[in-house]
Each structure stands twice: as C-alpha cells, then as structure tokens.
C-alpha cells in the first residue's frame, strides 16, 4: 500500500537555525498539509496545501514558517529561525480527493536546544 | 467551528474483554469522523472515518463506530480487545464543507491492555 515517507525521523537543531523537514505524499494525491503535536498536547493543524499554494493556514503558522513543493514529489515545511516552542512532532498528510481521508507519514520529532 | 472532546484520557482493559473509547464532537455543520490510531514510534493510521452514509462505520482490525447526531457522539468500540490493540487513539473531526478538510484532534485516549 503506498505511503507518506517522512525524513529524516528525528532533527536535532540550534535555537536560531533553519531546519527543513522532508515529506514525500503518496503519489497520486492533491492536497497536502502539515500537522505537529508538542509533547503532551494535541495534535494541531499548521497549514494546507493544493495547487502549487496555501489553501489555509492557522495562526501558528507564522512568518518564520513556509511550505514548499519545489519537484512536484517532495513536499517541505521550512522554519527559518528556530525556537525552543518548536519542538515537537511534525506530521505530514496527503489524500487524493476532497472527500477521502488524509493519510499520515510517520512523523519527524524536531528537538530544539 | 468545530471541537472533540475525548471523555477517557486513559483506558485499561484486558485481553478478550470489550474496548469502548468515547468521543464526543461539536460542529457547525455537517461533520466528518474518524478515528486514527498511533501505535509507539509511528505514524497516524486511519482506523474508520463517517462521512454521512451509514452510521454504525466498520473499520480495520475488528473496530466500529456509531455516530449519534442526537448525542453529538462518535465512540469507538470493539468486542475483543488484543495486546496489538495497545496505542493512542485519536477521535478526529473535519467540516464536510471545507473542501481543504483540516482535521481537528482530540487529546488522545491512551489504551493499555493487560494479559
């Protein structure tokens, strides 16, 4: 069955630095988004993508944050200057159709020091 | 704007006997449901969804679910639980008239099952 590909499984990164995490959606699949869970709490939306743009975002999705579908495989979420708050776990989803589920990779734990 | 609240944090059953995590949702709309599961170390997997046919929903490894418009409820069920079925268990909720379809979580219901 095809899946989400996430990498790398886990970053380690510097306060103030940029991290780019990797996702690769199923193949056939339209909409994209990003997802994270901070340890402890619940897993939030972050931003959706269809069509080569943002189609919704939410309110943590800041400046500091972007998205990027750069070869029409890889799908990538760029924080540009890192903050402690950014730890967490970073999901990606893919589905093919408005009315299908959204399928999740595995996730990329992002550890801020 | 729509909301889950999952009523158990914790759930500990033994092995053969029944499962039952509650989900209660609101929405200003017509929701979309699901349920997803995360076992240790992976990702989300779709175990059932409802998307306004049938109300009691099948789903993978012997789960179900009944949503229940006039009780805002869409609580997981499943008769015989195994030590597989040990995981997180999100209930999850989207607008059916959001055509970008954000899911919205609940905190997760923690199942532990004993031998």
């Known amino acids: 069955e095809p899946e989400v590909t996430q990498t790398p499984s886990h970053q380690v990164t510097q306060m103030g630095q940029e991290v780019i995490l990797r996702c690769v959606p199923i193949s056939n699949h339209l909409y994209f988004y990003w997802y994270r869970q901070i340890l402890g709490q619940k897993v939030e939306f972050l931003v959706s993508f269809y069509n080569n743009e943002i189609s919704e975002k939410s309110e943590i999705f800041d400046d500091q944050f972007s998205v990027e579908r750069p070869d029409g495989s890889n799908f990538t979420l760029k924080i540009r200057s890192t903050k402690l708050e950014d730890s967490a776990m970073y999901f990606c989803?893919?589905?093919?159709?408005?009315?299908?589920?959204?399928?999740f990779g595995d996730g990329t734990r992002l550890s801020i020091l | 704007a729509q909301s889950v609240t999952q009523l158990d944090s914790h759930v500990s059953v033994s092995e053969g006997t029944p499962v039952l995590l509650r989900c209660n949702y609101s929405s200003s709309y017509s929701p979309s449901l699901f349920w997803y599961v995360q076992h240790p170390n992976k990702g989300l997997q779709l175990l059932l969804k409802?998307?306004?046919?049938?109300?009691l929903v099948k789903g993978i490894n012997g789960f179900e679910a009944e949503f229940k418009k006039s009780e805002t409820s869409f609580h997981l069920t499943k008769p015989s639980a195994h030590m597989s079925d040990a995981a997180e268990y999100f209930c999850?909720?989207?607008?059916?008239?959001?055509?970008?379809?954000?899911?919205?979580f609940g905190a997760g219901t923690q199942v532990v099952v004993t031998p």
């Open positions: 999850v909720v989207s607008e059916t008239t959001d055509s970008w379809g954000k899911l919205q």
């Open positions: 409802y998307t306004s046919a049938a109300t």
């Open positions: 989803a893919s589905k093919g159709l408005t009315n299908q589920p959204q399928h």
